[in-house]
Nanobody
Framework: VQLQASGGGLVQAGGSLRLSCEVS????????IGWFRQAPGKEREFVAA???????????NYADSVKGRFTISRDNTKNTGNLQMNSLKPEDTAVYYC??????????????WGQGTQVTVSS
């Protein structure tokens, strides 16, 4: 299983970025997708997750710090999970990682990880 995250960059506070995570080697439509981030000197933390769509309604989960600003989605036709980040703040600066093969807010609950993409928000 391979995950390729992209879309990071430098943006001013209040701006937007859209991260993407392409998953290969796994049946994407039945895979949950999670996003985590790690700021310098801090532990990696949960950001958002979306479950597999299947024949059920899609469920999402967000960290309190990003609720109302970030939106997680998926495109099963492209094997891609997305994280739309609006109203970005300097404290959102971190390396963002996507994950699959799990569920929950703990790192240990996810099996497969991408390489990370840097997001820098200037004040």
């Amino acid at each position: 299983v391979q995950l390729q995250a992209s879309g990071g960059g430098l943006v001013q506070a209040g701006g937007s970025l859209r991260l993407s995570c392409e998953v290969s080697g796994r049946t994407f439509s039945s895979s949950n997708i999670g996003w985590f981030r790690q700021a310098p000197g801090k532990e990696r933390e949960f950001v958002a997750a979306i479950n597999w769509s299947g024949d059920r309604n899609t469920n999402t989960n967000y960290a309190d710090s990003v609720k109302g600003r970030f939106t997680i989605s998926r495109d099963n036709t492209k094997n891609t999970g997305n994280l739309q980040m609006n109203s970005l703040k300097p404290e959102d600066t971190a390396v963002y990682y996507c994950a699959t093969g799990g569920w929950g807010t703990s790192l240990t609950m996810w099996r497969y990880w991408g390489q990370g993409t840097q997001v820098t928000v200037s004040s």
